[in-house]
């Protein structure tokens, strides 16, 4: 029953973590006339004291030695507060300047991104099925170029980004909060060098909006860590295969976002190459499910292989304690 309970509880998680994620294209328009720039300084200085205050409550701070111990992961980390840098700031932008759609496509592809740097990067093997799906991904990102009359470089850069930021996560490997802490703590500096010249020169939005403006801009660290530690409770509570389905949320709200709420236009060789999007992460997603179906029932056939061998070995035992004690 409590693992029952456990797992309808990850599962509200990870809704709740990629809804959040799915609809903050409702936020940041609220924190014009602040540009993008000024907003992007405002969440790496707010995040850092509010994931800050959570590590105080929660007295998590053995990390910190062990961290400041590895140059290695330090330095793995600056690179990783510089690539999610430049994912924030160009989804902050792109949102704002009325380009969500584009956005969310970045967030659609990132899965075939990832899949093709594995196998450039790391010599990773596909299986046919996701052959085809970077082949589809391929064709659909050449369709949108010709519906675009240019590169999608928004969805590229926000795809390819976000996939390296994921590859450095994996080779750290330490908790979403601490993480986050670290890459925050790089970023405050320069961030908050920035907002006080900005301050210094009169070109600052804070505080010359009224109050709420402000708070507003001061929210920016709860929306950026909200989500991340609900996902964090979910991924301890549901299976990676159930997180995969999830992740797919937060695009399919931007999408309609961009196409409902902010009338963005699709006109039909957009929702050609978004259809080819859409088929290419069918075909990820079911090859995902059967792999990890054949999986568990190669692991309960070994499981049960292993207990009639376990079991047969023990009667064997008994049947020779038996011929010991009674010799005929």
């Given at each position: 029953m409590k693992?029952?309970?456990?797992?309808?509880?990850?599962?509200?998680?990870?809704?709740?973590?990629?809804?959040?994620?799915?609809?903050?294209p409702?936020?940041?328009?609220l924190?014009?006339?602040?540009?993008a720039?000024?907003?992007?300084?405002?969440?790496?200085?707010?995040?850092?004291?509010?994931?800050?205050?959570?590590?105080?409550?929660?007295?998590?701070w053995?990390?910190?030695?062990?961290?400041?111990?590895?140059?290695?992961?330090?330095?793995l980390?600056?690179?990783?507060?510089?690539?999610?840098?430049?994912?924030?700031?160009?989804?902050i932008?792109?949102?704002?300047?009325?380009?969500?759609?584009?956005?969310?496509?970045?967030?659609?592809?990132?899965?075939?991104?990832?899949?093709?740097m594995?196998?450039?990067?790391?010599?990773?093997?596909?299986?046919?099925?996701?052959?085809?799906a970077?082949?589809?991904?391929?064709?659909?990102?050449?369709?949108l170029?010709?519906?675009?009359?240019?590169?999608?470089?928004?969805?590229l850069?926000?795809?390819?980004?976000?996939?390296?930021?994921?590859?450095?996560?994996?080779?750290?490997?330490?908790?979403?909060?601490?993480?986050?802490?670290?890459?925050?703590?790089?970023q405050?500096?320069?961030?908050?060098?920035?907002?006080?010249?900005?301050?210094s020169?009169?070109?600052?939005?804070?505080?010359?909006?009224?109050?709420?403006?402000?708070?507003?801009?001061?929210a920016?660290?709860?929306?950026?860590?909200?989500?991340?530690?609900?996902?964090?409770?979910?991924?301890?509570r549901?299976?990676l295969?159930?997180?995969?389905?999830?992740?797919?949320?937060?695009?399919?709200?931007?999408?309609?976002?961009?196409?409902?709420?902010?009338?963005?236009?699709?006109?039909?060789?957009?929702?050609?190459?978004?259809?080819?999007?859409?088929?290419?992460?069918?075909?990820?997603?079911?090859?995902?499910?059967?792999?990890?179906?054949r999986?568990?029932?190669?692991?309960?056939?070994?499981?049960a292989?292993?207990?009639?061998?376990?079991?047969?070995?023990?009667?064997?035992?008994?049947?020779?304690?038996?011929?010991?004690a009674?010799?005929?």
């Amino acid at each position: 029953m409590k693992t029952e309970n456990e797992g309808r509880a990850g599962l509200l998680y990870g809704i709740g973590a990629y809804g959040m994620w799915g609809l903050v294209p409702l936020f940041w328009p609220l924190l014009k006339p602040a540009g993008a720039i000024e907003i992007l300084a405002h969440r790496m200085v707010w995040s850092l004291a509010v994931v800050g205050l959570a590590l105080l409550v929660l007295r998590r701070w053995g990390w910190v030695r062990e961290l400041l111990a590895a140059p290695k992961k330090l330095g793995l980390l600056a690179l990783a507060a510089t690539v999610i840098t430049v994912n924030w700031g160009l989804y902050i932008w792109a949102v704002n300047s009325g380009q969500v759609v584009e956005a969310s496509l970045g967030y659609f592809i990132n899965p075939l991104v990832t899949i093709a740097m594995g196998v450039l990067l790391l010599n990773e093997r596909l299986r046919p099925a996701q052959w085809a799906a970077v082949g589809i991904g391929f064709a659909a990102v050449l369709v949108l170029s010709v519906g675009y009359g240019r590169l999608p470089w928004i969805s590229l850069t926000l795809a390819f980004s976000f996939a390296i930021y994921g590859l450095i996560k994996k080779k750290v490997n330490i908790g979403g909060l601490e993480s986050l802490a670290a890459e925050t703590a790089i970023q405050f500096l320069p961030a908050l060098a920035y907002l006080l010249w900005l301050g210094s020169t009169g070109g600052t939005a804070f505080g010359a909006h009224g109050g709420g403006h402000a708070a507003l801009l001061a929210a920016t660290g709860i929306v950026t860590a909200a989500p991340l530690v609900c996902f964090g409770a979910a991924a301890i509570r549901v299976p990676l295969s159930t997180l995969g389905l999830l992740q797919y949320l937060a695009p399919v709200f931007q999408f309609s976002l961009g196409v409902l709420y902010f009338h963005e236009a699709m006109p039909p060789e957009r929702w050609a190459g978004f259809s080819l999007v859409w088929l290419a992460l069918t075909l990820l997603t079911w090859d995902a499910l059967r792999t990890a179906r054949r999986t568990r029932a190669e692991a309960a056939r070994l499981a049960a292989a292993a207990a009639e061998t376990v079991a047969a070995e023990a009667e064997a035992e008994a049947a020779a304690k038996a011929r010991a004690a009674h010799p005929m």
